[in-house]
């Protein structure tokens, strides 16, 4: 819609995807929003998706003014920008025309402490602000985020109706809880992050022993995942490995995950997320495992390098010769089993993070019980493991890294590169699933 008749009831300053894609769920839920973008063909394109997408309450403005201005008092405004000082400079424009009891909310994957000094920084012109996690990716904040707000709780309640209906819908109500004071929201959702880290890296694994071990084809491994997904392993991680392994290469024959080259990117937070549990002596050694794998994916040339210099010395890749004489039924169950452990073991390192940092800044986070494992006469070898998966990981020249990212091209659209062809690719993996499904379909 072009010209607001009466004022939005929130604001958001951002229109990258995720951007586009939250302001379009709100005004889906009947909530009139203004949208800015300092580049202003992102406004009339997110302008034309609310009309194409049901005539949805959505205003354009082209100057932090005329947005500001747009939006009722007490005014919240959302801003999804790259974390740093774009968040800086955006605080900077908008808030020359907001007034005290104004909020502001960051959306984005923000260091905590950065947030806490903006809260000190807005509070001498009066205004609000909270540092708000949205976790699921591009589709998640078009359909229903998990939403983490941390900060001021009259910020929260001035924009708690909206937050409930925009937010996924689950059993147990909708994915949004007032975290804490603070930074604490933040500091949630690099936590939640780190946790994805670990489930993303423990997946690649399965991928990795079924495939290598086992013989399993993508096809089968489609059907597997699928399966585990409607058990105790269900989440959206699982869900969409299945997804992935549906999808056929446009470019060439056979499927795209195998045209995927093995070298994982990352944003940061995995990163941050282990230097706290070090800094607040808490083990987090899965997370740090997915982490140190996710750097060695990046020695693409030094692997491939290790494996020739390896094989002519004699050490031989046993990987294609393990699949005869396997069980494989038992070796899915067994590694379904060993995946649910691990998961486990990896959320309790997040939990635990969060209990000691809730101690440490008196947050007084609201937790679940954790999950207590006992393994009975179990003989520990972290270190000699982590030792020898180093050497492993080292020698491989093709890691199951070509999984992780496809796993982070569709949850957010960070892009891939190919084995094949240069370049950086971006893949609608749900589009091309649900057509490799249909295809199937019309074949059975």
Known sequence: MEASPALSRIGLAGLAVMGQNLALNVAEKGFPISVYNRTTSKVDETVQRA??????????????????????????????????????????ALSDHMEPGDC??????????????????????????????????????????????????QAYSNIQDILEKVAAQVEDGPCVTYIG????????????????????????????VLKHVGGL?????????????????????????????????????????????????????????????????????????SLDCRYLSGLKEERENAAEVLKEAGLKEEVGSLAKGIDKKR????VRQALYA????????????LRAKSVEKGWNLNFGEVVGLAISAGISTPGMCASLAYFDTYRRARLPANLVQAQRDLFGA????RIDRPGSFHTEWKKSAQKSNAGVGALN
């Open 51 to 92: 009309q194409d997408e049901g005539q949805l309450p959505l205003f354009g403005h082209y100057t932090p003014r005329e947005f500001v201005l747009s939006i009722k008092r007490p005014r919240s405004v959302v801003i999804l920008v790259k974390a740093g000082s774009p968040v800086d400079q955006t605080i900077a």
């Open 217 to 289: 084809s993508n096809d089968e491994l489609a059907e597997i995942f699928a399966e585990w997904n409607r058990g105790e392993l269900e989440s959206f991680l699982i869900e969409i490995t299945s997804d992935i392994f549906r999808v056929k290469d446009d470019l060439s024959d056979g499927f795209l995950v195998d045209k995927i080259l093995d070298k994982t990117g990352m944003k940061g937070t995995g990163k941050w997320t282990v230097q706290q549990a070090a800094e607040l002596s808490v083990a987090a050694p899965t997370i740090a495992a």
């Open 104 to 153: 502001i909310i960051d959306g984005g994957n923000e260091w905590y402490e950065n947030t806490e000094r903006r809260i000190q920084e807005v509070s001498n012109k009066g205004l609000l602000y909270l540092g708000m996690g949205v976790s699921g990716g591009e589709e998640g904040a078009r359909n229903g985020p998990s939403l983490m707000p941390g900060g001021s709780h």
């Open 181 to 208: 004071e603070g930074g604490s929201g933040n500091f949630v959702k690099m936590v939640h992050n780190g946790i994805e880290y670990g489930d993303m890296q423990l997946i690649s694994e399965a991928y990795d």
């Open 331 to 334: 070796l899915i169950d067994d």
């Open 414 to 417: 960070h892009t891939y590169e």
């Open 342 to 353: 691990s998961k486990i073991c990896s959320y309790a390192q997040g939990m635990n993070l």
